[in-house]
């Protein structure tokens, strides 16, 4: 069964960039068929997209998050990342990782989720 | 990109149907997901392609999807599905992904 594991600070300072990396187990991240995507989730609200990566390498991204944020996949370690740069408080948030299927669009598995802050 | 909305809030009794609803646009020509979150944990997809329910997701749980909207039945409530529920689609005009706001289920 696939495992997706978040990993990375879990304290940003305002300004600085936040770097998060996502493990695959139990699977290869060079499977056709899926994307990889992150979500964040600030406390007390709702799930936000933030973006995705397909095998191919194309990415697409979250328009409010503008030119902030990249998502990148590391084959070689079977892992992805997001980077989320000139952050704010605005953006400390709870962020999974995930795979969604590209058959239906569904996000079939998820991680247990990292609870990043921005704060001096 | 395009905007879901969902209803804040509903209540069930325990062992009677719910039905949460999901509209926007992209509903028309993309497939809806469905998302039961519970306090603490990472979400969990209960319902994808309008009503394909995963390995190990009650056959209580089963959606549809009509024009620009999509909905979630809980048919027989149990109180384990108290939760947030979040539905999702992809603009095929962008292929941007978009949540709803959520629906918050009570189990009375």
């Known amino acids: 069964q696939l495992q997706l594991q978040e990993s990375g600070s879990g304290l940003v300072k305002p300004s600085q960039t936040l770097s998060l990396t996502c493990a695959v187990s139990?699977?290869?991240?060079?499977?056709?068929?899926?994307?990889w995507t992150w979500i964040r989730q600030p406390p007390g609200k709702g799930l936000e997209w933030t973006g995705n990566?397909?095998?191919?390498?194309?990415?697409y991204y979250n328009p409010s998050l503008k030119s902030r944020v990249t998502i990148s996949v590391d084959r070689s370690k079977n892992q992805f990342s997001l980077k989320l740069s000139s952050v704010t408080a605005a953006d400390t948030a709870v962020y999974y990782c995930?795979?969604?299927?590209?058959?239906?669009?569904?996000?079939?598995?998820w991680g247990q989720g990292k609870m990043v802050t921005v704060s001096s | 990109s395009s905007e879901l909305t969902q209803d804040p809030a509903v209540s069930v009794a325990l062992g009677q149907t719910v039905r949460i609803t999901c509209q926007g646009d992209?509903?028309?020509?993309?497939?809806a997901s469905w998302y039961q979150q519970k306090p603490g944990q990472a979400p969990v997809l209960v319902i994808s392609?309008?009503?394909n329910r995963p390995s190990g997701i009650p056959d209580r749980f089963s959606g549809s999807s009509s024009g620009n909207a999509a909905s979630l039945t809980i048919t027989g409530a149990q109180a384990e599905d108290e939760a947030d529920y979040y539905c999702?689609?992809?603009?095929?005009?962008?292929?941007?992904?978009?949540f709803g706001p959520g629906t918050r289920v009570t189990v009375l």
């Open positions: 995930a795979r969604i299927r590209v058959v239906d669009d569904a996000f079939d598995i």
């Open positions: 139990g699977g290869s991240i060079s499977s056709g068929g899926y994307s």
């Open positions: 990566i397909y095998h191919s390498g194309t990415t």
């Open positions: 992209s509903l028309r020509d993309s497939y």
């Open positions: 392609n309008k009503d």
């Open positions: 999702n689609s992809r603009d095929s005009n962008d292929n941007h992904y978009v």
